[in-house]
């Protein structure tokens, strides 16, 4: 019943929503005398109205299942976000440093300069609960609205560089429902983010193109000061990535346009963000330098190796990802529940439905002469540089030898990147638009091809939608007892067993309870946050049972939490003999089922 009662409720939205909207625009554009466009503002919900059923679509597993209670993806880093969310409403609520923590490895705490906060997204998520306490819930919705936004980001870009309509919402659909996107949708909310990216540059291509007007000016550069700093705060990977498109830009305006007015209102921009937050930036390279674990990247440490075939491959959650080549050649991915994250980011599978047509198309023009207008030379110059320059920053390290030049090069300024394919996001975007720009041009000529923009739509969609494997829920309620810890009054901690990296579902589970714990699951820690997992170890080693109650009993160690579900992790097995060595008649189960076991400790 509750299953049909899902499916129906998935129905009505994809039924009613469109005609709402579409009812409200009809009524303001008749009844009341605004200045704006409507026409165009409609077209632009209908546009949202399209991404968004095809977001519900490509996610109807998570509707039927239940988009309160299932998290999207396998689990991994997904409740890491769902902490961040908790943590910054602490935070602010209770005037704390947003950036130290010490109800993680309690009792010295971490600093969070490094950890992945997504401070944009978490913010968001800080004014949604208002309305709903259910992080779940939250986290479902800011994932589906990435889809969303970055589909519509496209378009946007693609409507100003070529003013057709089909052909933008055909570059909304390769971008916004890439393989690149499902891969990140596993288990990283930063890398959802990838609209920053066409909102950059339609930013840079209105400074290129604006009009003499020195308040226009002043717009552009707020904007670009806005734009970097809420990327800042959401991933320093696609920050970075955005100084890099930046400088090719400012590059362009100097050497190609003689454009010094548009490089200087860039270059103020930046200089005005790194005074701006230059105070943090500074503590955060200095802590990345001196005290953060696994900040800066040895070349041997470096992941996610990219190449050609890796582009051209199947992704292994499509439709077709039996042919996924990359997987194959590398037996150390297998394609199962448990290691979904762990090759994600290897994933690049440019959709073969935009790069065969965009040979093709390509070959026509060139078949029948077709001439390109000055502008159109100057953007295919532009965005085939910014795709040749980020395709050899994705290849990274090649496979059999670390020692990549390239690599070699930019890990002098981005010490902290180590997942090159990350970079192959921007050459999809680059190869969109060049798409777009062509088959605009060979549509201008020849109409009748203005039939295949929907069969390019269909092939797209359906090339990358998601299977296999993809939908792994983690439909875990919380055992009650958790409730009766929170409502504990006293300021106790609560010690997870297996720890830190092995577990990250405990973090969801300190949203709940709002205890300190003794270790925690952060993406980069301070190097002095594992005191007490050390001491622990220590204790188990020597098989020190004084020691280890004493500790217990200074760190006011009420509760112990074993993840049943997750025996055979990392320091599973070593930890597990705490509650071997401690004495029974201080310890008392007081919940136990298939996956957990809780103790409580009376010392």
Request: aromatic letters at 18%; one cysteine or more.
């Amino acid at each position: 019943m509750e299953k049909e009662n899902n499916e129906n409720n998935v129905k009505k939205m994809i039924y009613v929503l469109p005609s709402k909207f579409s009812y409200i625009f009809h009524f303001l554009k008749k009844r009341i005398h605004i200045k704006i466009n409507v026409d165009s503002v409609l077209e632009h919900i209908i546009v949202l109205e399209l991404y968004t059923l095809l977001t519900i679509l490509a996610f109807h597993k998570l509707f039927i299942l239940g988009i309160d209670r299932v998290l999207i993806g396998d689990g991994g880093d997904g409740y890491q976000f769902l902490w961040n969310f908790w943590w910054i409403k602490k935070a602010i609520l209770e005037g704390r440093d947003v950036f130290y923590t010490d109800y993680l490895f309690y009792p010295k705490g971490t600093y969070l300069y490094a950890h992945t906060l997504t401070l944009t997204y978490s913010l968001i998520a800080f004014l949604l609960q208002n309305f709903t306490s259910n992080l779940i819930l939250i986290y479902n919705i800011l994932i589906l609205a990435s889809v969303i936004v970055a589909s519509y980001s496209v378009f946007f870009l693609v409507k100003y560089i070529t003013k057709n309509l089909l052909l933008s919402f055909l570059g909304g659909i390769y971008f916004g429902f890439s393989n690149y996107m499902y891969a990140k949708i596993i288990g990283q909310l930063n890398l959802t983010a990838i609209f920053v990216f066409p909102i950059l540059i339609f930013l840079l291509l209105k400074l290129l193109e604006r009009k003499e007007k020195i308040l226009k000016l002043f717009y552009l550069m707020f904007s670009l000061f806005i734009f970097y700093v809420l990327v800042f705060f959401t991933d320093l990977y696609y920050f970075s990535f955005t100084l890099i498109i930046t400088f090719i830009f400012m590059l362009f305006f100097v050497i190609k346009k003689h454009d010094i007015v548009s490089f200087m209102v860039i270059l103020a921009t930046l200089i005005f963000f790194l005074i701006s937050l230059s105070k943090l930036i500074f503590i955060m390279f200095e802590f990345s330098n001196k005290r953060c674990e696994s900040c800066i990247i040895e070349l041997k440490d470096v992941l996610h190796l990219s190449s050609l075939i890796n582009y051209l491959s199947f992704s292994p959650f499509s439709l077709f990802g039996k042919y996924n080549y990359y997987i194959n050649l590398n037996p150390s991915y297998h394609l199962k529940p448990g290691n979904l994250f762990s090759y994600a980011d290897s994933i690049i599978s440019l959709p073969w439905s935009l790069t065969f047509p965009l040979l093709i198309v390509t070959s026509l023009l060139m078949f029948k002469r077709v001439y390109l207008s000055k502008r159109e030379k100057e953007l295919l110059f532009l965005f085939f540089l910014v795709s040749i320059i980020f395709f050899v920053l994705s290849s990274g390290p090649e496979i059999l030898n670390r020692e990549n030049l390239v690599f070699k090069m930019y890990h002098k300024i981005f010490p902290y990147i180590r997942v090159s394919t990350r970079f192959s996001i921007v050459v999809l975007l680059s190869l969109i638009i060049i798409f777009m720009i062509l088959l605009n041009k060979l549509i201008k000529k020849d109409r009748k091809f203005t039939l295949f923009i929907p069969l390019l739509m269909v092939a797209s969609y359906v090339e990358t939608f998601p299977q296999n494997f993809f939908f792994i829920t983690f439909d875990l309620p919380p055992p009650s007892v958790i409730y009766t810890i929170k409502s504990d009054k006293e300021n106790i901690t609560i010690l997870n067993i297996p720890p830190e990296w092995a577990n990250s579902f405990s973090m969801y589970l300190q949203t709940i309870h709002e205890k300190k714990i003794l270790d925690g699951y952060i993406s980069r820690r301070d190097t002095e946050s594992i005191y007490s997992l050390v001491m622990l170890k220590e204790f188990i080693r020597n098989k020190d049972v004084e020691g280890l109650l004493k500790f217990l009993k200074e760190q006011n160690t009420r509760y112990i939490i074993h993840y049943k579900f997750l025996r055979g992790e990392a320091f599973a097995t070593t930890f597990e003999e705490i509650i071997k060595i401690i004495p029974p008649e201080i310890k008392e189960v007081i919940w136990e089922d298939n996956y957990y076991i809780i103790i409580k400790l009376r010392i």
